[in-house]
């Protein structure tokens, strides 16, 4: 089984999974991913071993690079790498061990300040739309060495919601 690790500390965890925050006066949309501000220019590790599955730019998003990982549950999984500047120097099927960088931290696309913002999904398009999953969370049940918890409590349910969002706005879908 592939040995995982938390990219940054908890202590740089600035959005988190499922969270609605009010920007502006407005409530936001479910979190799809877990934000970690670092200072622009910082290396991004990958979480795991796996093999690129895309690269892609998005005007939300900026660079992503989505990666596989097989984790506790046995099941692939997929983890976005989102808002880097510049193309990550990795092309579809190239392999990646835990820890090797994958890119920098920068804005790129949608972004409030430099940050890392990952996702985990079940397929490879999920950092776009669809299912997303709890990253953390995952990263906590399969990390050999457990992180020192969020920075905010979270409840329960919040950390297990799936998050269905329309591919072109973003907005969230009801089932």
């Not at 990958?46 to 660079?63: D, E, P």
């Not at 092309?91 to 300040?113: H, P, R």
């Not at 999920?126 to 990253?135: E, I, N, P």
Request: with cysteine.
């Amino acid at each position: 089984m592939a040995k995982f690790m938390f990219p940054f500390p908890d202590s740089k965890i600035t959005g988190h999974f499922g969270k609605i925050r009010t920007i502006k006066g407005k409530k936001t949309n479910p979190h799809r991913g877990t934000d970690w501000a670092m200072p622009k220019g910082t290396p991004i590790p990958a979480v795991s071993a796996g093999t690129v599955k895309l690269v892609q730019y998005s005007k939300v998003l900026g660079w992503v690079l989505v990666q596989s990982v097989y984790g506790k549950d046995k099941k692939t999984k997929y983890v976005g790498y989102c808002h880097m500047k510049e193309k990550p120097a990795y092309k579809v099927g190239d392999k990646l061990k835990m820890g090797q960088t994958i890119g920098k931290v920068d804005t790129e696309g949608f972004s409030s300040g430099p940050h890392l913002h990952a996702t985990l999904s079940p397929t490879v398009k999920g950092v776009f739309s669809g299912t997303v999953l709890d990253l953390y969370k995952y990263l906590q049940e399969n990390a050999e060495k457990p992180s020192t918890g969020r920075t905010e409590p979270q409840n329960l349910k919040e950390t297990a919601k799936i998050v269905h969002a329309c591919p072109h706005c973003g907005k969230e879908l009801k089932k």
